[in-house]
């Protein structure tokens, strides 16, 4: 339909490709499986038109210059549109616009709360008109959002690295990653890269963070050493919270909390020790 529409609104008919089926015919074959028919009208473009790469998939996209303006039509899954788009249409769009170019970056902070953070880094940013600088808190993370504006894409990176500079300088033991990444891809990752294993003794989380990290699409095959939520940890640590100071171990500051946390681990030692020699 696409093609079609394309190649009406533009009075260009459309023409069989050869390199496209040899190409698309090669796709199939690595992929083990016939090519039905209608995957041909993939390997039709408007006269004139010049194919978009999709490495992801078996549709090219399609670019074709008209006397006045420029068409471009990708792919509708985000997993092959948006690569094209940022690796091969955005290129060709900032060559032939004299609009200004808008980049954002991320960087995903944790361990501080919203207002403690913007106490920290509004001095450096409070003047600051390019890049733009936005919080935007979740129930996770905290991101803090780097606009640029500028002539080309090369400074508004200039901006935002520049501005980021200052951000790492400031905050950045708290800074765990960038763009779309998560907490538990950059956990998983470490963990691969260190060699270390990871068992998950859950209490209130009810398997939270176990699902979190094995829905994260990284590789944990080494490192993952399984999780349980036992029933009985539960009233265990209830209890020895109560009689830890203020009901708390990582809320005190100073030798009462390095205290409660070494009776902590003493005692879930011994239950973990008791637990396992009784089932």
């Not at 490495?55 to 549109?81: D, K, N, Y």
């Not at 951000?167 to 763009?179: K, L, N, P, Q």
């Not at 939520?229 to 209890?239: G, H, I, M, S, Y």
Request: charged fraction near 20%.
């Amino acid at each position: 339909v696409t093609r079609d529409a394309i190649s009406l609104a533009s009075g260009r008919s459309l023409e069989l490709r050869p390199d496209l089926e040899e190409d698309l015919r090669a796709k199939f074959q690595r992929f083990g499986r016939p090519m039905a028919d209608n995957n041909m009208r993939q390997c039709m473009l408007p006269h004139g038109a010049e194919p978009l790469a999709n490495p992801r998939g078996t549709a090219p996209g399609i670019h074709l210059v008209l006397p006045h303006s420029q068409l471009f039509a990708m792919p509708g899954p985000p997993r092959e549109m948006q690569p094209m788009f940022e690796q091969l249409v955005a290129p060709l769009l900032s060559g032939i616009s004299s609009a200004p170019q808008i980049r954002r970056r991320i960087l995903r902070v944790i361990g501080l709360g919203e207002s403690a953070l913007d106490q920290r880094i509004a001095p450096i940013y409070k003047n600051s008109k390019n890049p733009e600088i936005g919080l935007l808190f979740s129930h996770l993370d905290i991101e803090i959002r780097l606009t640029a504006t500028a002539n080309s894409e090369q400074q508004c990176h200039e901006l935002n690295d520049e501005m980021a500079q200052k951000f790492y300088a400031e905050v950045g033991h708290h800074i765990y990653g960038e763009g779309e990444t998560s907490l538990a891809k950059v956990v998983a990752a470490q963990l691969s890269q260190n060699n270390l294993s990871l068992f998950i003794l859950d209490s209130g989380c009810h398997g939270l963070a176990a699902q979190r990290l094995l829905e994260c699409d990284a590789p944990l095959s080494g490192s993952w050493a399984g999780s349980v939520v036992p029933d009985w940890l539960e009233t265990q640590l209830q209890a020895w919270l109560q009689e830890c100071p203020q009901n708390g171990l990582l809320r005190i500051e100073g030798s009462p909390a390095e205290n409660g946390v070494r009776q902590f681990r003493f005692k879930l030692s011994g239950a973990l020790e008791h637990q396992l020699d009784t089932s």
